[in-house]
């Protein structure tokens, strides 16, 4: 037995073990705790995960790009119509009408409608200019509001798309460009995208078909095939892989980037052309090989519409291809576009999609989306066979509606620029030597020697545009030209808006008008020309249409039942 010095001395001990290990416990237990607090945190601080294989952020996406290219388009009509289409345009719309209403037996019914589809039928075609005004602003607002607020719902984008329509089926020849299909079939596609009332950026309850992300992809992989195809098919420079040699001093409208990209090595032009083929003849078939690889497809494309965008002006074309490209990305994909609280918005609607009961809405939208397939799988008919055919043709419709379209841009390259050069003379002779020629200069097509390219994309200027055209066709080509001169002898203040020099501003309006051909080429860097401040040099290749006056032009308006221009009263 121990003594009892010892046995107390032994208890001490003993206690202070005890409170030792409960000491230790305590702290084990108050560091738990605060790591649970932090974890706990982590968790509130975390972003929310995203599944793949969803699309409620894609469709945000989506909407916000058409809303975007309709806003710019409507923009454009709205700046540009009365001139071109209006009822003192170079093309009035209400004649056309006219004639087509005569074509179908000269009543505005269901044969008028299906021939050309427009609601400016409907309409009183005494205010003309106000019935394409009103088009116009209700497209940009109605565009401007899903753009600004990501929400649209089937009722808006439908409207959007019968607006755009009711333009491109009577703007002729100024809307005969590919994008304008291009942005009608996306346009349709678009409105599948959506609820068909409640407006919401994530609405409840629908969930964005998954057919309607395909039909987008199936867009994108015709696009690229179809632009690739018709290079291959066409100009003998895509297949010896020469066209970028001059593909950046003849597009249409280029920019300032343009006049360097020009001056590139020979061997990167090689490189361009090579890799143009590669992602518009191969990366489109990365759409069918997987989520991964449909994401590659997609980023391939954004990249190369923008490098595009950057190298010259090819009007919104370039920025429309990417809204389909954009289908290609899921919500997991995206979700670094978007706050914590869209995407908590997202798991929440996939969350209670998933627990509501089927309704009947439901079933019919199964319905539609189904339909929607059906109704692109059957019009992509004769569109895969054109694909197919070595007779391809591009920027076509085989339907009234502009549902399903072929593609293509730039089948052949044009190894020379010529300009058309607008002059005019207060001269009452025009062919005496000392006749003084001043020149019109267009917004952005070239003509002053010492102007910079200019740089408008997404934005279009129609006109600028067809005088690409014009250039390499005759005037009995296109007569809309002598059109324009019996215009600007009479100072008419339309078609003036659509330039940015007027020599005779201020002045009495020309006697006579003509046009002269010139070749345009870049100047060279670093050469004297570059020196004097010159982006261009010319020369001359001839007389493009013979000096006119509004006298003789008399009988050439009358035979095309265009308005002669009032005559100065100072020259009668």
């Not at 599944?51 to 909407?63: A, C, F, Q, S």
């Not at 899903?146 to 439908?158: R, S």
């Not at 009007?315 to 290609?328: D, E, G, K, M």
């Amino acid at each position: 037995m121990a003594p009892p010095g010892e046995r107390e001395e032994t208890s001490v001990r003993k206690r202070r073990v005890a409170s030792s290990k409960t000491g230790t416990n305590s702290a084990k237990d108050g560091v738990e705790e605060t790591n649970n607090q932090v974890k706990d945190e982590l968790k509130e601080k975390r972003q929310p995960t995203l599944r793949r294989g969803t699309y409620w952020l894609t469709r945000i996406v989506l909407l916000r790009s058409v809303a975007f290219i309709y806003f710019v388009a409507f923009t454009v009509a709205f700046n540009q119509n009365k001139q071109l289409i209006g009822t003192n345009g170079l093309m009035p719309c209400k004649d056309y009408l006219n004639s087509v209403k005569r074509y179908v037996g000269g009543k505005i019914g269901v044969a008028a409608l299906a021939y050309t589809p427009s609601i400016l039928w409907l309409l009183d075609w005494t205010v003309m200019d106000t019935n394409l005004d009103a088009v116009a602003l209700l497209g940009m607002t109605v565009s401007g509001f899903v753009l600004v607020t990501g929400m649209a719902n089937m009722v808006m984008m439908t409207l959007l798309w019968l607006l755009y329509h009711s333009l491109v089926n009577v703007g002729q020849l100024w809307y005969s460009f590919g994008w304008e299909s291009q942005l009608l079939e996306t346009g349709f596609l678009a409105i599948f995208l959506c609820p068909l009332w409640s407006l919401s950026q994530v609405p409840l309850g629908c969930p964005p078909s998954l057919i309607s992300i395909w039909t987008f992809r199936w867009l994108i992989v015709r696009i690229m095939l179809g632009a690739g195809l018709i290079k291959i098919r066409g100009d003998q420079c895509w297949r010896d892989l020469t066209c970028m040699d001059y593909h950046y001093e003849t597009q249409p409208v280029p920019n300032p980037i343009s006049y360097y990209l020009h001056r590139s090595p020979w061997w990167f032009h090689r490189f361009e052309t090579l890799s143009n083929h590669f992602i518009e003849l191969i990366v489109p078939f990365f759409t069918f090989m997987g989520r991964r690889m449909c994401i590659v497809n997609g980023a391939i494309q954004i990249l190369f519409q923008v490098v595009l965008i950057v190298s010259g002006n090819l009007s919104f074309l370039n920025w429309l291809t990417i809204v389909p490209s954009l289908a290609c990305f899921d919500d997991a994909s995206l979700g670094f576009l978007f706050g914590s609280g869209a995407k908590k918005a997202v798991l929440e609607a996939e969350k209670e999609t998933k627990t509501r009961p089927t309704t009947k809405g439901m079933l019919i939208r199964r319905v539609v989306n189904v339909s929607l397939g059906l109704l692109i799988g059957c019009l992509s008919i004769p569109v895969v066979m054109n694909l197919l055919s070595s007779r391809q043709v591009m920027n076509t419709s085989f339907d009234p509606l502009r549902i399903v379209n072929t593609y293509g841009a730039f089948g052949s390259i044009t190894k020379e620029r010529t300009e058309v050069i607008f002059q005019g003379t207060s001269s009452a002779d025009p062919k005496a030597p000392d006749a003084v020629w001043e020149e019109y200069q267009f917004l952005c097509k070239p003509g002053d020697l010492f102007r910079r390219p200019c740089l408008i994309s997404p934005y279009h200027y129609r006109l600028d545009w067809l005088m690409w055209f014009a250039a390499f066709q005759t005037y009995e080509q296109s007569e809309w030209i002598i059109h324009i001169a019996g215009r600007l002898l009479a100072n008419d203040s339309a078609v003036l808006s659509l330039m940015d020099h007027n020599p005779f501003h201020g002045r009495d309006a020309p006697r006579w008008v003509r046009g002269e051909h010139f070749k345009y080429r870049f100047s060279r860097p670093g050469s004297a020309s570059a020196a004097e401040g010159k982006w261009w040099v010319r020369k001359r290749i001839g007389a493009y249409f013979p000096p006119v006056d509004l006298e003789g032009l008399r009988g050439y308006f009358q035979s095309r039942n265009w308005p002669h221009p009032h005559i100065p009263v100072k020259r009668r």
